[in-house]
T-cell receptor
Framework: QKEVEQDPGPLSVPEGAIVSLNCTYS??????FMWYRQYSRKGPELLMY????GNKEDGRFTAQVDKSSKYISLFIRDSQPSDSATYLC??????????????FGKGTLLTVNP | ETGVTQTPRHLVMGMTNKKSLKCEQH?????MYWYKQSAKKPLELMFV???????ENNSVPSRFSPECPNSSHLFLHLHTLQPEDSALYLC????????????FGDGTRLSIL
């Protein structure tokens, strides 16, 4: 079983739709959860960063973590064509050292159609 | 502008060539990372440096040789690469310490002929 599973899509939605992106994971030691957005020919850009279970909201974006189900989600409200990108989930547990390793999903390609 | 600059953006090289990738960060971070991104695969961590010391080598072949002269600069020296090494190579930086978010550059697109 892969450590992090993420449906690669592609996902195509009309402008204004609510988008739900998800990842599941198997390592119960993961405590820190991130979502990155990657535009074509660009590097990943940190969107959301959460610790443990719960919700975090930032503008049109909401990140949810359910550690009991080992499931994380990113919701995008009122989606815009500029949201078209690949969305990567990433997570980490206590490394016990001075750095930490991120384990990434494969990414979901999202297209928002005007 | 991400604060992490990678050069060159594109590189085409033959299998017998030697080249280097450069990364510079302007964020005051002390940890730097090299990742490999291939189509339909998750990002693969290659190397980690913390305060200029290598703390992680994720079983990377010796044809990839990293160098970190200071906390702001990171290099990846390439020699005798294989076609399967064609990929996007991403540099990232973060504050040192647990669970610090990483900030990425825009990568070098490497093609091996």
């Amino acid at each position: 079983q892969k450590e992090v599973e993420q449906d690669p899509g592609p996902l195509s939605v009309p402008e204004g739709a609510i988008v739900s992106l998800n990842c599941t994971y198997s390592n119960s030691a993961f405590q820190y959860f991130m979502w990155y957005r990657q535009y074509s020919r660009k590097g990943p850009e940190l969107l959301m960063y959460t610790y443990s279970s719960g919700n975090k909201e930032d503008g049109r974006f909401t990140a949810q973590v359910d550690k009991s189900s080992k499931y994380i989600s990113l919701f995008i409200r009122d989606s815009q064509p500029s949201d078209s990108a690949t969305y990567l989930c990433a997570m980490s547990g206590n490394s016990g050292g001075s750095n930490y390793k991120l384990t990434f999903g494969k990414g979901t390609l999202l297209t928002v159609n005007p | 502008e991400t604060g992490v600059t990678q050069t060159p953006r594109h590189l085409v090289m033959g299998m017998t060539n030697k080249k280097s990738l450069k990364c510079e960060q302007h964020l005051g971070h002390n940890a730097m990372y090299w990742y490999k991104q291939s189509a339909k695969k998750p990002l693969e961590l290659m190397f980690v440096y913390n305060f200029k010391e290598q703390t992680e080598n994720n079983s990377v072949p010796s044809r990839f040789s990293p160098e970190c002269p200071n906390s702001s600069h990171l290099f990846l020296h390439l020699h005798t690469l294989q076609p399967e090494d064609s990929a996007l190579y991403l540099c990232a930086s973060s504050r040192s310490g647990e669970a610090q978010p990483q900030h990425f550059g825009d990568g070098t697109r490497l093609s091996i002929l």
